[in-house]
């Protein structure tokens, strides 16, 4: 059963949170409120450590003699001002009172 200790009792009291934790499972410790700290057995612990590292599981992945290919091809040219600024017109944050658009010449 998962008990829960304000921070300050949890100070107090550590060898009883220690013995709780053996006997019964997580203890939580909270602080002003909020889970921050939990106090369990080695045991339960070492159940959550993964059993291999990330490397390992990456070194014997099948995956890794694929050979991908990277599209060359230039992307487009884009105007970004302008496609901004008539972005900003079209939604009404420009020139809501206006509906005439501004040269883009005149924008710089």
Same mark, same amino acid.
Request: hydrophobic share 40%; with cysteine; aromatic share 6%.
């Given at each position: *059963?998962? +008990?829960?200790?304000?921070?300050?009792?949890?100070? $107090? $009291?550590?060898?009883?949170?220690?013995?709780?934790?053996?006997?019964?499972?997580? %203890?939580?410790?909270?602080? $002003?409120? #909020?889970? !921050?700290?939990? !106090?369990?057995?080695?045991?339960?612990? +070492?159940?959550?450590? /993964?059993?291999?590292?990330?490397?390992?599981? &990456? %070194?014997?992945? /099948?995956? #890794? #003699?694929? %050979?991908?290919?990277? @599209?060359?091809? /230039?992307?487009? @040219?884009?105007?970004?001002? %302008?496609? +901004? *600024?008539?972005?900003?017109?079209?939604? &009404?944050?420009?020139?809501?009172?206006?509906?005439?658009?501004? @040269? /883009?010449?005149?924008?710089?």
């Amino acid at each position: *059963m998962n +008990a829960t200790w304000l921070l300050q009792d949890a100070k $107090n $009291n550590l060898s009883e949170v220690e013995e709780t934790a053996l006997r019964d499972g997580a %203890q939580i410790i909270t602080r $002003n409120g #909020k889970p !921050v700290v939990v !106090v369990l057995s080695a045991e339960a612990f +070492a159940r959550f450590k /993964p059993s291999e590292k990330l490397v390992e599981i &990456h %070194q014997d992945c /099948p995956a #890794k #003699k694929w %050979q991908v290919e990277r @599209d060359l091809t /230039p992307a487009r @040219d884009l105007d970004f001002k %302008q496609s +901004a *600024m008539a972005y900003l017109f079209d939604n &009404h944050v420009l020139c809501e009172s206006s509906k005439t658009r501004p @040269d /883009p010449a005149v924008i710089q």
